[in-house]
């Protein structure tokens, strides 16, 4: 799991059927080494509804296509919390 900020959303004209329904949003890692000036960002699969501004919990991998929600779907990063603290 990382520790990410929602820093912006992408809309997609076309998508695979199995990601109809999936809001695709720009994470930026929270922590990361800064590289030439800037975080690491990261497109996540929101399954909460996070907005902008917002800290989230993200998983990458196979544990992203895992979940109870995602079930087999071709994404690399999913949202899984939207913390309240961090």
């Known amino acids: ?46 399954t909460l509804g996070a907005g902008m501004g917002e800290n989230v919990l993200i998983v990458k991998g196979s544990s992203a296509r895992a979940g109870e929600i995602t079930g087999v779907v071709p994404i690399d990063a999913t949202i899984i919390a939207i913390l309240d603290e961090k």
């Open 1 to 46: 799991m990382e520790l990410a900020k929602v820093v912006g959303q992408i809309w997609a004209t076309q998508k695979a059927e199995s990601m109809k329904g999936y809001k695709l949003l720009i994470t930026e890692l929270i922590g990361d080494q800064l590289i030439d000036g800037n975080r690491k960002r990261i497109i996540a699969a929101d």
